[in-house]
């Protein structure tokens, strides 16, 4: 069984370029979260979701940030006009169900944006 | 709100030396709470949990026993090894009054371990 595959692992773009980082769910898994690490912090949540559904999206940047989880195809999160202080790791996580107490997340290995 | 509190590393330690990484947390209900390792270059996997207060959670010659008295998860390990090398990051998720499973992290805790 497949981990949680995230891909690309390492992108670089110029500020005001797109990014596009995919996350594509452990197999039976239906709950997706969405990770960013900052150079010498901890991880933040981000996003929650589920097959076409945000869940959670508390710890979304207002603008230019944007998450999916089609019916069909990984998750996809993505970053409008990127700028330096986008430059960070992120991670995906999914889930096999919703809440409930102890319930194990894992993670994928990352995708480590940085911009230009 | 909920937050997690680590020791500051970085921590260096000779093999076979005892590990303890201090974690405090606050919850406004009844969270479960995890340690996960990170090594580097690689994501987060999870090295153990605890649900309730007084469980125990172990992997690999790791334990940490949920204390809701002093609000604390301390990650020990009696002998460290050169594999062990990594940041560990305690977390917790509180699901109790209707919050989500999101996992709340410290900071990170940097181990060396040197031969």
Not at chain 1, 1 to 6: D, F, K, S
Not at chain 1, 9 to 26: F, I, T
Not at chain 1, 53 to 62: A, F, H, Q, V, Y
Not at chain 2, 18 to 35: D, M, R
Request: proline share 5%; hydrophobic share 30%.
């Amino acid at each position: 069984n497949a981990g949680v595959m995230q891909n690309p692992r390492h992108l670089v773009r110029r500020r005001g370029q797109e990014a596009r980082l995919r996350c594509s769910p452990m197999k039976g898994h239906s709950h997706v979260y969405w990770y960013r690490q900052l150079p010498e912090e901890g991880l933040k949540f981000m996003v929650y979701l589920q097959k076409e559904n945000i869940i959670d999206e508390s710890g979304m940047p207002k603008e230019r940030f944007s998450a999916e989880f089609p019916k069909e195809g990984p998750s996809i999160l993505r970053i409008q006009q990127v700028v330096r202080g986008d430059s960070a790791a992120y991670f995906c996580a999914s889930s096999p169900r919703g809440p409930s107490s102890g319930n194990t997340i894992y993670f994928g290995e990352g995708s480590w944006l940085t911009v230009v | 709100g909920n937050s997690v509190t680590q020791m500051e590393g970085p921590v260096t330690l000779s093999e076979e030396a005892f590990l303890t990484i201090n974690c405090t947390y606050t919850a406004t209900g009844y969270p479960s709470l995890f340690w996960y390792v990170q090594y580097p270059g690689e994501g987060l996997q999870l090295l153990l949990k605890a649900t309730k207060a007084d469980d125990k959670g172990s992997n690999k010659g790791f334990e940490a026993t949920y204390r809701k008295e002093t609000t604390s998860f301390h990650l020990e390990k009696g002998s460290v090894q050169v594999s062990d090398s990594a940041v560990y990051f305690c977390a917790l998720s509180d699901l109790s009054n209707g919050g989500s499973e999101k996992l709340v992290f410290g900071k990170g805790t940097k181990l060396t371990v040197n031969p």
